[in-house]
């Protein structure tokens, strides 16, 4: 994150805030203050303002002369997944596709090479990586990635996949950049993707696009299985077709929440 701002209205306090925040990853969830400095680059005498400061607030606290954060913090993700609105029009619709294959589903969105994980209905199955809301993963060994990636211009795409992953993962598929773009080129052309145990063993899935009423790739939507029990006949011939089923009922009532006014009732009379 850069703490150098381009104008005089840029808040370095907040960028600093924001980075040691950012700081703590899936593989260091419990931080001291030297390891917070080292992370970020900051002093630690700014490092310990910071984390006193997310203290008081509520989304840090100590526990055995290190720092964690506090479920708090997910307030912050939860105001963008809330402004979107993506789970209260996608929840009903992703339960009932639950129903019907009896697998996990999900949504995600891109931020730079990864996915997160933004709304997700599951069902208890034992696989290979813990998935929930915020979860990030490198989104081209991921079907919602792939469709998320293919849908970007080539120079966005460029960009994109030359950020460094921030999910602390390796995936299995490690393709070159030939072999990555004849993926997604295949995958913008039949408008859904596969993975087969791309990410970890034993995880195979199939996603697609939901779109906004402007018809823009705003987020994907995934099956999740496990490959032990379910074949790449099934996820294809079987949940596909239920899969983009409800991705055009979700992107259609996307659409049309999107399309209502909204009403400032601050200046209402």
Same mark, same amino acid.
């Given at each position: 994150?850069?703490?150098?701002?381009?104008?005089?209205?840029?808040?370095?306090?907040?960028?600093?805030?924001?980075?040691?925040?950012?700081?703590?990853?899936?593989?260091?969830?419990?931080?001291?203050?030297?390891?917070?400095?080292?992370?970020?680059?900051?002093?630690?005498?700014?490092?310990?303002?910071?984390?006193?400061?997310?203290?008081?607030?509520?989304?840090?606290?100590?526990?055995?002369?290190?720092?964690?954060?506090?479920?708090?913090? !997910? +307030?912050?993700?939860? $105001?963008?997944?809330?402004?979107? #609105? %993506?789970?209260?029009?996608?929840? @009903?619709?992703?339960? *009932?596709?639950?129903?019907?294959?009896?697998?996990?589903?999900?949504?995600?969105?891109?931020?730079?090479?990864?996915?997160?994980?933004?709304?997700?209905?599951?069902?208890?199955?034992?696989?290979?990586?813990?998935v929930e809301l915020g979860t990030r993963f490198p989104a081209l060994a991921t079907s919602l990635g792939k469709v998320l990636l293919a849908a970007l211009p080539a120079e966005e !795409? +460029?960009?994109?996949? $030359?950020?460094?992953?921030?999910? #602390? %993962?390796?995936?299995?598929?490690? @393709?070159?950049?030939? *072999?990555?773009?004849?993926?997604?080129?295949?995958?913008?052309?039949?408008?859904?993707?596969?993975?087969?145990?791309?990410?970890?063993?034993?995880?195979?899935?199939?996603?697609?696009?939901?779109?906004?009423?402007?018809?823009?790739?705003?987020?994907?939507?995934?099956?999740?299985?496990?490959?032990?029990?379910?074949?790449?006949?099934?996820?294809?011939?079987?949940? !596909?077709?239920?899969?983009?089923?409800?991705?055009?009922?979700?992107?259609?009532?996307?659409?049309?929440?999107?399309?209502?006014?909204?009403?400032?009732?601050?200046?209402?009379?």
């Amino acid at each position: 994150m850069a703490r150098e701002g381009t104008g005089p209205e840029f808040i370095e306090a907040l960028a600093r805030g924001l980075e040691v925040i950012a700081a703590f990853e899936p593989a260091r969830p419990e931080m001291s203050l030297t390891d917070v400095a080292s992370a970020t680059g900051l002093s630690r005498p700014t490092v310990r303002r910071i984390l006193l400061t997310l203290q008081e607030l509520g989304y840090a606290r100590p526990t055995d002369g290190r720092f964690v954060l506090t479920p708090r913090v !997910l +307030d912050l993700g939860m $105001a963008y997944v809330s402004s979107m #609105g %993506l789970w209260e029009v996608a929840r @009903p619709h992703m339960q *009932e596709l639950v129903a019907k294959v009896d697998e996990s589903v999900s949504i995600a969105q891109l931020d730079g090479s990864d996915i997160v994980y933004v709304a997700r209905v599951a069902i208890p199955k034992i696989v290979a990586l813990r998935v929930e809301l915020g979860t990030r993963f490198p989104a081209l060994a991921t079907s919602l990635g792939k469709v998320l990636l293919a849908a970007l211009p080539a120079e966005e !795409l +460029d960009r994109t996949l $030359a950020e460094p992953t921030r999910s #602390g %993962l390796v995936p299995r598929w490690q @393709p070159g950049a030939e *072999e990555r773009d004849a993926v997604l080129r295949e995958v913008r052309a039949r408008g859904w993707a596969v993975t087969d145990q791309d990410l970890a063993l034993g995880i195979r899935s199939v996603a697609v696009p939901l779109r906004d009423g402007e018809g823009r790739v705003i987020a994907a939507l995934n099956v999740n299985s496990h490959a032990a029990e379910t074949s790449m006949e099934t996820i294809t011939e079987e949940y !596909l077709p239920l899969l983009l089923h409800t991705a055009g009922a979700i992107s259609a009532y996307f659409a049309r929440v999107s399309a209502l006014p909204r009403v400032d009732g601050s200046a209402a009379g």
